[in-house]
């Protein structure tokens, strides 16, 4: 495909690079312990938490796996798995 | 008709910058720089020009504010100096590379140290490889006219780069000349309102600065160099529509003066020009056949146009108001790798001079002229660059 001057691109396009694939660790929710006060979503810097049926979700396929959510949770409902292959 | 008025080189070059109508101004002062963006703020305050004027907190803000404004689809103008210029550097390597036509006056003066506001090319010689376009002006309507031209070189579809205007710090920004200025219609019609095919808009979003590695990087820094490459003729194009307005021609790329028949050319850029001139019209009278190249458009290089003009002569010393320590002054560098494998090429010999605002003269020129004769004798193009006006008993 022929560059643009500048190396200008089409924008909007985050969800077409599945950057899921970049994490070593995951988190996972203990839903028993959630409180469901969505410090999780705000933290989150890949908008790759999510509040669907009742419940908060992880988006895998953009999770990098920073930890900040679990981090940040406070009531320690998540927790940051090791990747295995 | 045109007015001509007395005024401060800044002040002119401020003239000029209304006279284009740019959308955006971002402003943080060095000396020598700091009256044009002062002299704009003045214009705003007075009700005379309608921009958005950004008094940012550092250079470094400034160049980024200009480049987002240009990414938006502005007309974005800056100016620095010296360490400011410096600062910018991170930025404007950037600016060029995504493309970004914005203007900025690059008012000359040496890099600290020793700390010193006075002139040279050191400043702008830093961003001699960053893909600005770099225009240097000999006199304070030179620096008017051309900061007009500048806008129209910028945003030429074909070459879309930053352009930078090198003007000598003090001895054209703070000395009063007579200066010619073009009447607004006239700069309406040669300098129409900036349309760019690509700008930041929300309704059609796209990615400025994404990033591009191994499979694009070489392309892209290509694609500016045959920019460069193609835009001198355009440059030239532009420069002589503009003559053909104002019926003043300050010559293309380059102005060869009096160097039809001289067997002796001297090659400078700047204000330093005018010194020379006169001391080429002294030397000429003497019968003495000299001749100098000043050089308007320093990036992209105008070699072709250079070795037109200095073919016919017996010996070239290039005065550089700059130097690449560990090597020689950067104009000479460029000059002598381009005349490699010419036959009958005339010698060439470096002269730094001028540094730090070292006094640049007539004697200076007659010196540096003798200097040239004697390489016509020796083979001095191999030897170290002379430094005019040295004063060797303090050296430490």
């Not at chain 1, 077409?16 to 999780?40: A, F, H, M, N």
């Not at chain 2, 103008?77 to 390597?93: D, I, K, P």
């Not at chain 2, 700047?270 to 100098?292: D, F, H, P, Q, Y």
Request: proline content about 4%; some cysteine.
């Amino acid at each position: 495909m022929k560059l643009v001057a500048g190396g200008v691109v089409k924008g909007g396009t985050s969800l077409d690079y599945k950057t899921g694939s970049w994490r070593d660790q995951r988190p996972v929710i203990r839903l028993e312990l959630c409180t469901q006060c969505g410090r999780c979503e705000m933290v989150c810097p890949d908008s790759a938490v999510h509040y669907v049926e009742d419940v908060y979700v992880i988006d895998v396929d953009y999770c990098k796996g920073c930890g900040l959510c679990a981090y940040e949770c406070q009531s320690e409902a998540i927790e940051m798995v090791k990747e295995e292959k | 008709m045109s007015q001509v008025m007395v005024m401060e080189g800044s002040e002119a070059v401020a003239m000029a910058v209304k006279g284009s109508r740019p959308q955006v101004i971002a402003s943080y002062p060095i000396s020598p720089q700091t009256h044009i963006v002062e002299r704009l703020a003045g214009m705003l305050a007075d009700g005379e020009m309608d921009v958005q004027y950004l008094k940012v907190e550092s250079e470094f803000s400034a160049a980024s504010a200009v480049s987002g404004a240009s990414a938006a689809g502005s007309r974005a103008y800056t100016a620095s100096s010296s360490q400011g210029l410096l600062l910018m550097t991170e930025v404007l390597y950037a600016s060029a590379g995504l493309r970004l036509p914005f203007v900025m006056t690059g008012v000359n003066r040496t890099v600290s140290a020793p700390i010193s506001i006075q002139v040279d090319h050191q400043d702008t010689m830093s961003l001699r490889d960053s893909g600005v376009i770099q225009l240097f002006v000999e006199s304070t309507q030179e620096a008017y006219d051309t900061h007009i031209a500048a806008f129209k070189v910028a945003e030429d579809p074909h070459i879309l780069l930053p352009v930078m205007v090198c003007m000598d710090g003090w001895i054209l920004t703070h000395s009063y000349e007579r200066v010619a200025m073009i009447e607004q219609e006239k700069i309406d019609r040669f300098l129409p309102p900036f349309k760019p095919a690509n700008f930041l808009d929300p309704l059609n979003p796209k990615t400025w600065g994404s990033i591009g590695e191994e499979n694009v990087l070489m392309e892209l820094r290509y694609s500016i160099q045959r920019a460069m490459e193609l835009g001198k003729s355009r440059i030239k194009e532009v420069f002589s529509e503009l003559a053909e307005i104002t019926g003043r021609d300050h010559g293309g790329l380059i102005e060869a003066y009096k160097t039809e028949g001289a067997e002796i050319i001297l090659v400078a850029m700047g204000s330093m020009a005018g010194t020379i001139k006169a001391a080429v019209n002294a030397l000429r009278s003497k019968g003495e056949k000299v001749g100098l190249v000043k050089i308007r458009c320093f990036r992209p290089f105008p070699y072709e146009d250079i070795w037109n003009a200095i073919k016919g002569a017996r010996a070239v010393a290039v005065i550089d108001a700059n130097l690449s320590m560990g090597s020689e002054g950067a104009v000479c560098m460029d000059l002598k790798a381009k005349l490699y494998g010419k036959t009958n090429a005339p010698a060439v010999i470096d002269v730094i001079a001028g540094l730090g605002g070292r006094e640049v003269n007539e004697a200076t020129i007659q010196d540096i002229v003798e200097k040239a004769k004697e390489s016509l004798h020796s083979d001095y193009s191999l030897k170290e660059p002379y430094w005019a006006g040295l004063n060797e008993a303090i050296v430490p």
